[in-house]
């Protein structure tokens, strides 16, 4: 037997709040491929944020993302290979390599934070600026509630396990 079509307002919350994160990350995601940023994938992003605080090596990415050095050194030659990240020596271990964000990665980040600026003042263009602020304060203290709230605040969200 098969069940109907949920409408979304009655659809849970945490899926919503899923979905519409979703379809957010899907249009900046399409402009940043206007911008010539089409190789970005979202998942970048849980790499993207560790480097983001500074030249590390994928021995340390791996322990922030909770990770093995294998699964961490796949992701950073992927983003190596597509010109994300470059990989230099350690000023202090010659043998040690840090990951930095190229020019190209920089770059990314810039637009992506641009493309979430204007897609959150179109909404408060369409919505009002206090709806927007009233949605993005239940879910700063949903967050709160189930502990997400260090994660965002040290750069370390992880993809849930």
Not at 22 to 36: H, I
Not at 57 to 73: C, H, N
Not at 151 to 158: E, F, G, H, T, Y
Request: glycine residues 8%.
């Amino acid at each position: 037997m098969s069940e109907p079509p949920v409408a979304p307002e009655r659809t849970e919350l945490s899926l919503l709040a899923l979905f519409a994160g979703w379809a957010m990350t899907g249009e900046v995601q399409r402009r940043l491929g206007e911008d010539g940023f089409g190789d970005l994938r979202f998942n970048d992003g849980f790499v993207v944020q560790h480097v983001l605080a500074g030249p590390l090596t994928v021995s340390a990415l791996a322990e922030r993302m909770g990770v093995t050095q294998q699964a961490a050194s796949k992701a950073v030659a992927d983003l190596d290979r597509r010109g994300v990240l470059t990989r230099k020596p350690a000023p202090d271990d010659a043998r040690a390599r840090l990951l930095e964000l190229t020019e190209f990665g920089r770059a990314s980040v810039a637009a992506t934070r641009r493309h979430r600026a204007a897609l959150e003042s179109e909404m408060e263009a369409e919505w009002g600026a206090d709806r927007v602020a009233d949605a993005r304060a239940l879910l700063a203290e949903i967050l709160r509630r189930l502990g997400g709230t260090e994660a965002v605040k040290q750069r370390r969200v992880r993809p849930p396990a």
